[in-house]
């Protein structure tokens, strides 16, 4: 697996997110595809340097901005203090091991970005089941991820689409597919299971 920590202490911006014009085009299409204008609580795992962690804290009261590398959290919480930003709780952990909101606390927002492909089969399940426990009825789900193969890629982007959309009750509201990515946002239509 790649050691995501050396990329972040190499260069505070490994993957080009504050001037790619594949990651401002997604940045921009995630931000448009949420339907409501406010959350309560948004859930962002893979956060990296906090380049949509910012703009998301315009249209939630609280991110839980999530990363496994210490040196992207340290990045993003310089950008968000540079910009006057306090209504992050950033979390520095690896996921699904380890889950930043306490057993029933429950987020309206949980994005999952350029993330989910580095998981293998059984944690990947493990990470479908604790963000659908924590996503509160009404809330929405947002996946997207780069769709071209790539080295240390253990799933392909439409399998683990697919796995999320046949959990039971969520709904597809959102989709989006072109050669680089794919974006899908689905609606929650129940409550997490007890």
Known sequence: MTDFDALYRASEDPWSVHTAW?????????????????????LELGCGVGQLTAPLTARCQVVHAVDMSPSAIHHCRKQLHAHGIANVALHVMTVPQVWPLQPGESVDLVLVSELAYDFSPEPFEQLLQQCWDSLSAGGQWVMCHYTPDFNDRQQATLALHAAVHRLDGLVRCVAHEDRQFRLVVWHKTKEPRA
């Open 22 to 42: 594949y990651e401002q085009r997604k940045r921009a299409l995630v931000l448009a595809s949420l339907a409501q204008p406010r959350y309560t609580a948004a």
